[in-house]
Protein backbone atom coordinates (compact mmCIF):
# COMPACT_ATOMS: atom_id res chain seq x y z
CA UNK A 1 0.00 0.00 0.00
CA UNK A 2 1.68 2.95 -0.86
CA UNK A 3 1.99 6.15 1.04
CA UNK A 4 -0.65 8.39 -0.88
CA UNK A 5 -3.33 5.43 -0.64
CA UNK A 6 -2.71 5.07 3.23
CA UNK A 7 -3.02 8.78 3.76
CA UNK A 8 -5.95 9.07 1.33
CA UNK A 9 -7.47 6.35 3.43
CA UNK A 10 -7.06 7.41 7.01
CA UNK A 11 -8.36 11.12 5.84
CA UNK A 12 -11.41 9.64 4.57
CA UNK A 13 -11.62 7.64 7.61
CA UNK A 14 -11.53 10.05 10.16
CA UNK A 15 -13.90 12.55 7.59
CA UNK A 16 -16.55 10.41 9.74
CA UNK A 17 -15.87 12.68 12.64
CA UNK A 18 -18.21 16.03 10.53
CA UNK A 19 -20.79 14.29 11.78
CA UNK A 20 -19.76 15.46 15.19
CA UNK A 21 -21.68 18.51 14.26
CA UNK A 22 -24.68 17.32 13.62
CA UNK A 23 -24.29 15.29 16.65
CA UNK A 24 -23.96 18.31 18.47
CA UNK A 25 -26.45 20.51 16.89
CA UNK A 26 -29.23 17.99 17.36
CA UNK A 27 -28.27 17.58 21.44
CA UNK A 28 -28.50 21.49 21.74
CA UNK A 29 -31.73 21.12 19.65
CA UNK A 30 -33.22 18.76 21.35
CA UNK A 31 -32.67 20.42 25.04
CA UNK A 32 -33.94 23.65 23.65
CA UNK A 33 -37.04 21.32 22.98
CA UNK A 34 -37.28 19.76 26.02
CA UNK A 35 -36.71 23.52 28.02
CA UNK A 36 -39.46 25.09 25.57
CA UNK A 37 -41.96 21.83 26.10
CA UNK A 38 -41.22 22.18 30.10
CA UNK A 39 -41.72 25.88 30.25
CA UNK A 40 -45.21 25.20 28.49
CA UNK A 41 -46.08 22.72 30.88
CA UNK A 42 -45.00 24.90 33.68
CA UNK A 43 -47.52 27.21 32.09
CA UNK A 44 -50.42 25.22 31.76
CA UNK A 45 -50.45 23.84 34.79
CA UNK A 46 -50.12 27.64 36.61
CA UNK A 47 -53.21 28.48 34.19
CA UNK A 48 -55.47 25.58 35.39
CA UNK A 49 -56.38 27.33 38.42
CA UNK A 50 -58.68 29.41 36.35
CA UNK A 51 -61.27 26.39 35.65
CA UNK A 52 -62.26 26.34 38.70
CA UNK A 53 -63.49 30.26 38.52
CA UNK A 54 -67.12 30.84 38.75
CA UNK A 55 -66.87 33.17 35.79
CA UNK A 56 -66.46 29.89 33.88
CA UNK A 57 -69.43 29.03 32.85
CA UNK A 58 -70.84 27.01 29.92
CA UNK A 59 -69.53 28.00 26.67
CA UNK A 60 -66.48 29.21 28.11
CA UNK A 61 -65.66 26.54 30.28
CA UNK A 62 -65.94 24.62 27.12
CA UNK A 63 -63.50 27.18 24.97
CA UNK A 64 -61.26 26.97 28.26
CA UNK A 65 -61.28 23.29 27.89
CA UNK A 66 -60.15 22.75 24.20
CA UNK A 67 -57.70 25.08 24.27
CA UNK A 68 -56.39 23.58 27.71
CA UNK A 69 -56.26 19.79 25.70
CA UNK A 70 -54.96 22.00 22.96
CA UNK A 71 -51.99 23.22 24.60
CA UNK A 72 -50.88 19.69 26.31
CA UNK A 73 -50.97 18.35 22.99
CA UNK A 74 -48.50 21.01 21.94
CA UNK A 75 -46.27 19.79 25.23
CA UNK A 76 -46.57 16.38 23.76
CA UNK A 77 -45.54 17.39 20.54
CA UNK A 78 -42.42 19.43 21.83
CA UNK A 79 -41.35 16.61 23.89
CA UNK A 80 -41.62 13.98 21.24
CA UNK A 81 -39.66 16.67 18.83
CA UNK A 82 -37.35 16.64 21.28
CA UNK A 83 -37.07 12.68 21.59
CA UNK A 84 -36.57 12.65 18.20
CA UNK A 85 -33.41 14.69 17.90
CA UNK A 86 -31.97 13.00 21.23
CA UNK A 87 -32.26 9.72 19.35
CA UNK A 88 -31.18 11.22 16.06
CA UNK A 89 -28.17 12.66 17.60
CA UNK A 90 -27.16 9.40 19.59
CA UNK A 91 -27.62 7.36 16.83
CA UNK A 92 -25.56 9.62 14.35
CA UNK A 93 -22.54 9.26 17.33
CA UNK A 94 -23.12 5.66 17.69
CA UNK A 95 -22.80 4.91 13.96
CA UNK A 96 -20.60 7.12 12.62
CA UNK A 97 -18.19 7.92 15.51
CA UNK A 98 -18.21 5.51 18.14
CA UNK A 99 -20.50 3.21 20.21
CA UNK A 100 -21.38 4.78 23.13
CA UNK A 101 -19.35 1.88 26.00
CA UNK A 102 -22.37 3.02 28.85
CA UNK A 103 -25.28 2.39 26.91
CA UNK A 104 -23.53 -1.52 26.29
CA UNK A 105 -23.06 -1.48 29.93
CA UNK A 106 -26.63 -0.68 31.20
CA UNK A 107 -28.32 -2.45 33.32
CA UNK A 108 -31.87 -1.71 31.23
CA UNK A 109 -32.08 -2.49 27.60
CA UNK A 110 -31.61 0.65 25.99
CA UNK A 111 -34.57 1.77 23.18
CA UNK A 112 -31.66 3.93 22.42
CA UNK A 113 -28.96 1.52 21.02
CA UNK A 114 -28.92 1.99 17.10
CA UNK A 115 -26.87 -0.72 15.42
CA UNK A 116 -27.77 0.65 11.27
CA UNK A 117 -29.20 3.55 9.48
CA UNK A 118 -32.21 1.29 8.78
CA UNK A 119 -32.58 1.21 12.45
CA UNK A 120 -32.15 4.65 13.04
CA UNK A 121 -34.55 5.45 10.29
CA UNK A 122 -37.04 3.06 11.33
CA UNK A 123 -36.65 4.95 15.53
CA UNK A 124 -37.40 8.20 14.12
CA UNK A 125 -39.89 7.00 11.96
CA UNK A 126 -42.30 5.76 14.84
CA UNK A 127 -41.32 8.78 16.67
CA UNK A 128 -42.58 11.18 13.71
CA UNK A 129 -45.47 9.54 13.46
CA UNK A 130 -46.59 9.62 16.49
CA UNK A 131 -46.06 13.69 16.35
CA UNK A 132 -48.08 13.41 13.18
CA UNK A 133 -50.97 11.60 15.25
CA UNK A 134 -50.46 14.03 18.02
CA UNK A 135 -50.48 16.69 15.64
CA UNK A 136 -53.99 15.29 14.13
CA UNK A 137 -55.37 15.16 17.22
CA UNK A 138 -54.76 18.99 17.88
CA UNK A 139 -56.65 19.51 14.31
CA UNK A 140 -59.34 17.19 15.35
CA UNK A 141 -59.82 19.01 18.43
CA UNK A 142 -60.30 22.44 16.88
CA UNK A 143 -62.25 21.19 14.03
CA UNK A 144 -65.73 22.80 13.52
CA UNK A 145 -68.16 19.66 11.52
CA UNK A 146 -70.47 21.45 9.30
CA UNK A 147 -71.15 19.16 6.86
CA UNK A 148 -71.39 15.00 6.76
CA UNK A 149 -68.77 14.79 4.52
CA UNK A 150 -66.32 16.56 6.87
CA UNK A 151 -67.38 13.79 9.74
CA UNK A 152 -66.40 11.42 6.55
CA UNK A 153 -63.23 13.07 6.48
CA UNK A 154 -62.44 12.91 10.07
CA UNK A 155 -63.29 9.08 10.62
CA UNK A 156 -61.34 8.14 7.47
CA UNK A 157 -58.36 10.14 8.83
CA UNK A 158 -58.76 7.87 12.00
CA UNK A 159 -59.09 5.19 10.57
CA UNK A 160 -55.75 5.83 8.48
CA UNK A 161 -54.20 6.46 11.69
CA UNK A 162 -55.40 2.90 13.11
CA UNK A 163 -54.03 1.52 9.85
CA UNK A 164 -50.60 3.04 10.34
CA UNK A 165 -50.07 1.99 13.95
CA UNK A 166 -51.28 -1.81 12.61
CA UNK A 167 -48.89 -1.72 10.04
CA UNK A 168 -45.95 0.06 11.75
CA UNK A 169 -46.35 -2.47 14.88
CA UNK A 170 -46.80 -5.32 12.09
CA UNK A 171 -43.42 -4.56 10.42
Known sequence: MSLIEKTFESLLWNSRFV???AVLSSLIT??????MATVDAYYLV???????????TGEARKIFRVTTITHVVEVI???LLATVLFMFALGLYELFVSKIEQAD???TPSVLAIHSLDDLKSRLGRVIIMILIVNFFEQAINMKINA???LLALAAGIALIGLTLYLTEKH
Open 19 to 21: VVV
Open 30 to 35: AFAMFY
Open 46 to 56: SHLGEYLSSDL
Open 77 to 79: DGY
Open 105 to 107: NSE
Open 148 to 150: PLE
